[in-house]
T-cell receptor, first 112, second 114 residues
Framework: NAGVTQTPKFQVLKTGQSMTLQCAQD?????MSWYRQDPGMGLRLIHY???????DQGEVPNGYNVSRSTTEDFPLRLLSAAPSQTSVYFC???????????FGNGTRLTVT | GQQVMQIPQYQHVQEGEDFTTYCNSS?????IQWYKQRPGGHPVFLIQ?????EVKKQKRLTFQFGEAKKNSSLHITATQTTDVGTYFC??????????????FGKGTKLSVKP
């Protein structure tokens, strides 16, 4: 049982490049979400999904896209990377927000 | 959307001293969750409080939910170096078209001097 798996662990991008952060969970969780963590800012919600085919925006969605074609996978796409997107990104899943969130190990992204 | 204020932002204690972090909301909460994040790690769930005035204990950690369900606290008795990390509260927020996504406080970073 792997839990929540995020790839890659580290990534360096140049401004304007695009990339996809992968997230997969094997717990049959309906709810999945992406957070970014910046020093002193806590965890800010980017996008979330309450089930396959359903996604919605969180607190800081600009510059990011998501899709949820299967229950297991919830990739986060950076369309045109900017230095302001330098951060640590966490994917998390749960049966619902009434239950504990299980976090992946995070992706540390640097945009130069 | 739902906002939750967490204080203090930082706390430095001597090993053996007590530690408390607080979360406050301007609106009534349905429940509150607490997480711990070790340095370099990811947040890990500690506990969920649901009932008004609820108090739960986990060894040296005591969690309280206010009577009005607008505030909560985490108290650690006799801190140890293993308690080092950032403690977050999380509440159900409202973004987009749905309720039911977790919004985190900014966290309290605890350092413990041996």
């Amino acid at each position: 049982n792997a839990g929540v798996t995020q790839t890659p662990k580290f990534q360096v991008l140049k401004t304007g490049q695009s990339m996809t952060l992968q997230c997969a969970q094997d717990m049959n969780h309906e709810y999945m979400s992406w957070y970014r963590q910046d020093p002193g800012m806590g965890l800010r919600l980017i996008h979330y999904s309450v089930g396959a085919g359903i996604t919605d925006q969180g607190e800081v969605p600009n510059g990011y896209n998501v899709s949820r074609s299967t229950t297991e996978d919830f990739p986060l796409r950076l369309l045109s990377a900017a230095p302001s997107q330098t951060s640590v990104y966490f994917c998390a899943s749960s049966y619902s927000t009434e239950f504990p969130l299980h976090f992946g190990n995070g992706t540390r992204l640097t945009v130069t | 959307g739902q906002q939750v204020m967490q204080i203090p932002q930082y706390q430095h204690v001597q090993e053996g001293e007590d530690f408390t972090t607080y979360c406050n909301s301007s609106t009534t909460l349905s429940n509150i969750q607490w997480y711990k994040q070790r340095p370099g790690g990811h947040p890990v769930f500690l506990i969920q409080l649901v009932k008004s005035g609820e108090v739960k204990k986990q060894k040296r950690l005591t969690f309280q939910f206010g009577e009005a369900k607008k505030n909560s606290s985490l108290h650690i008795t006799a801190t140890q170096t293993t308690d080092v990390g950032t403690y977050f509260c999380a509440v159900n927020g409202l973004y987009g078209g749905s309720q039911g996504n977790l919004i985190f406080g900014k966290g309290t970073k605890l350092s413990v001097k041996p």
